[in-house]
């Protein structure tokens, strides 16, 4: 899905004690392409993925997303376009905890009669053995997968990913990314990934820098080094 922001501004807080989170940020991206966003702690990074996967409402600025405007949208077509079009994958997981393995993936499952194989599913991500575990008896990667096949079994578009590695080890780190990748060119599936590890911004092709709620650097890669060849 083409992605195109213009001056988005976001803010919390009351009038008094205002904290500017974004200001002005304006990016595009092609369809089918990724995205690392980079930036310290604090500088907007997650707030600019919730804004795209339209979990909070921007103060000012336009968000289109496949030629849909969805700064304008109902909150009824909002959650069309996000049960439609969109996956999101959280630093920690967010799996629900009374359901196996195969039962968090399920559930997205009948959110869409365009799913993916859950067979196949579970097979490339490594969890068909672990398909009746309950999420406390899997370690943070295979956590992790099951998080990204729950993601990914809708076939979404767009594929919003915060901080996926940031609490895997650096091997587990690596395969998430390998599996990322394949995903990106197997689907043509537009990715974005907010990371602070500056290594995965070689596998993009395009880079976000934010700093203090502004896009400080943009960079273009035609070519973006593969996953496998990251030192992370
Ligand atoms: N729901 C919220 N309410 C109030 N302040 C928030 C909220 N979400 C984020 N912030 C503030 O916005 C700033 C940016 O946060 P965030 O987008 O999470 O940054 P990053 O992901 O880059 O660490 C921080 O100062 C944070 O405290
Ligand atoms: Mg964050």
């Known amino acids: 899905m083409y992605i195109k922001i213009t001056d988005i501004s976001k803010s919390y807080g ?21 995205c690392v966003i980079l930036g310290a702690s604090g500088s907007g990074k997650s707030t600019l993925l ?5 979990l909070e409402t921007a103060d000012s600025g336009q968000i289109q997303i496949g030629g849909q405007e969805i700064t304008k949208m109902p ?26 393995v195969q039962e968090n993936i399920e559930v997205c499952r009948y959110l869409t009669e365009d ?19 309950f999420p406390a008896q899997l370690s943070g990667g295979q956590q992790q997968r099951c998080s990204l096949a729950r993601a990914l079994v809708k076939n979404p578009k767009l594929l919003l ?6 609490a895997l080890d650096s091997k587990t780190a690596g395969e998430l990314l390998i599996l990322l990748e394949q995903i990106n060119q197997q689907y043509k599936t537009t990715i974005f990934i907010v990371t602070h ?18 896009i400080s650097k943009t960079e273009t890669c035609e070519h973006p080094a593969s996953a496998a060849s990251l030192c992370l």
């Open 50 to 54: 919730h804004l795209i996967g339209a």
């Open 14 to 34: 009351t009038k008094e004690n205002r904290n500017q989170v974004l200001s002005r940020v304006s990016m595009e991206l092609e369809e089918g392409k990724i």
């Open 161 to 166: 990913c915060d901080e996926p590695t940031g």
């Open 197 to 214: 590890n500056e290594e995965i911004r070689k596998m993009a092709h395009k880079i976000i820098y934010l700093k203090d709620g502004m």
């Open 75 to 100: 909150e009824e077509k909002l959650s069309d376009y996000r049960r439609d079009f969109l996956g999101f994958v959280f630093q920690f997981y967010n799996l629900v905890q009374d359901l196996t």
């Open 115 to 133: 799913s993916l194989d859950l067979e196949e599913l579970l097979r490339v991500l490594g969890l068909s053995k672990h398909r009746d575990k």
